[in-house]
């Protein structure tokens, strides 16, 4: 892309990160909440590799990584509904303190079921992204070695 | 002005950019086309105090766009190049036209806007604060009286993923001669 | 009658759905479908005066338009996306296996 982007793109993106993480932060008390924060910061990392192509400046998570950190969203989402299993409750039960409302920290299990979903959509988009990316990658390189 | 009249004149806009882009033969204008009736939408769910959907309905236009362009940019395809006979088009047009008709006296059944029928939301507003601990009482029903419903939200996404990565699996080249 | 402007939306993609034949224009004949139906959740939810569901320290209790529909509909708008690259995978491999986005060609193909 052109330099303007580029430049363009180094300054902005952490911005677009920032927001994406206020969302999820206080995503019980203002509108926002796991699944456009997750999307959000997706976008963050979708905007480099659309302004830089193949040499970002900084090292952006792969297929590997964006993989193993979706599952985990998964299985924190899970794991939650266990312990609330293990208390005794029924699964995925609201087990905390809900502490004082119109805080950060309130609303039981609301906030780690956040990140957790944040962190399974948000990779998740991310994931599929770059699959759908490689395949018309590879694809002109294949037409290329068969010209 | 109304919020109703507003809603008219962006619905009505969808309608027109929904029919430019199914007509288009350039199919990345098409592309564009759908990505300004899905900002037209968030800017309806924002008009009917949904600001949660509009952000997300924002966010994912977006995404799609770039979805849908990747997948231009990867088949190398910019035009549509194969179009339907008229004669079976108007076929078409007519029982589509035939459908509005015999839907109409169904929409004069509903309750009119701004009046709905449903009251299962008042326990929610009386008692939501109170159970979850959450002033959001979209993300309270999300994530604590729906807890299920976005288990299996993650679940279709996680199915996506995987279906999409099997779609584009790469057998290794040196151990396929081996496996078969 | 703004639900019937709402199934005339509706329509317009059910009639790219019909008529169509090329491949892109059908995965968005569908999203125009699933938008349809997204806003009709929301619009019979709608109630006059009412605000969005939200409380704030300030006004503890007020008249507020019904959070359940808004839900549901978030869980679909995330699940629309991830079908629209579902299907976009699927007509990139079509592609690939048959150099064509015409799907009569792709039935003659078979095989």
């Known amino acids: 892309m052109d330099f303007i982007v580029k430049t363009v793109t180094r300054y902005t993106v952490w911005l677009i990160m920032l927001y994406g993480m206020y969302l999820v932060i206080y995503g019980h008390l203002n509108p926002g909440g796991g699944f456009v924060g997750g999307l959000v910061i997706a976008l963050s990392f979708i905007h480099v590799t659309l302004a830089y192509g193949k040499a970002p400046p900084a090292e952006l998570p792969g297929k590997a990584v964006s993989h193993t950190l979706e599952v985990a969203g998964a299985f924190i989402y899970v794991g939650i509904g266990i312990i609330g299993l293990a208390l005794g409750l029924p699964f995925l039960s609201n087990f905390f303190g809900k502490g004082i409302p119109f805080t950060i920290l309130s609303a039981g299990t609301i906030p780690l079921l956040n990140l957790a979903i944040t962190l399974k959509v948000g990779m998740g988009i991310y994931l599929l992204y770059l699959v759908l990316l490689g395949t018309g990658l590879s694809q002109e390189q294949d037409g290329k070695d068969e010209r | 002005m109304p919020i109703e009249t507003w809603l008219y004149c962006i619905i009505g806009f969808m309608i027109l950019g929904s029919i430019v882009a199914l007509e288009l033969s350039d199919l990345l204008s098409a592309v564009v086309s759908i990505g300004m009736v899905g900002l037209g939408l968030a800017i309806c769910f924002l008009l009917l105090q949904a600001p949660d959907l509009a952000l997300v309905q924002f966010v994912i236009e977006i995404l799609s766009v770039i979805i849908l362009i990747v997948m231009l940019r990867a088949t190398n395809q910019r035009w549509e190049k194969e179009k339907e006979p008229r004669s079976l088009s108007i076929v078409k047009v007519t029982f589509v036209a035939l459908a509005m008709i015999g839907a109409l006296p169904l929409f004069l059944g509903l309750p009119p806007f701004g009046h709905p029928l449903l009251e299962v939301s008042s326990y929610y507003f009386a008692e939501g604060l109170q159970e979850t601990g959450s002033p959001n009482l979209l993300t309270a029903i999300i994530l604590d009286y729906r807890v299920y419903d976005t288990l299996g939200e993650a679940i279709v996404i996680f199915v996506s993923v995987i279906g999409v990565m099997t779609i584009f699996r790469r057998r290794k080249k040196g151990g396929s001669g081996h496996g078969q | ?111």
Do not use: W
């Open chain 3, 1 to 111: 009658m703004i639900y019937s402007m709402c199934f005339l939306l509706f329509l317009v993609g059910l009639y790219g759905v019909l008529t169509k034949r090329n491949i892109v224009k059908i995965i968005l004949s569908v999203g125009i479908m699933g938008y349809a139906i997204n806003l009709f959740l929301i619009l019979i939810a709608y109630r006059e005066g009412a605000g969005f569901p939200i409380l704030t320290p300030a006004e503890p209790s007020k008249a507020m338009v019904d959070p359940l529909p808004q839900a549901l509909v978030l869980t679909s708008i995330v699940i629309e996306l991830s079908t629209t690259a579902l299907l976009v995978a699927l007509a990139i491999k079509i592609y690939q296996k048959y150099h064509t986005f015409d799907i009569r060609k792709i039935r003659r193909l078979r095989g």
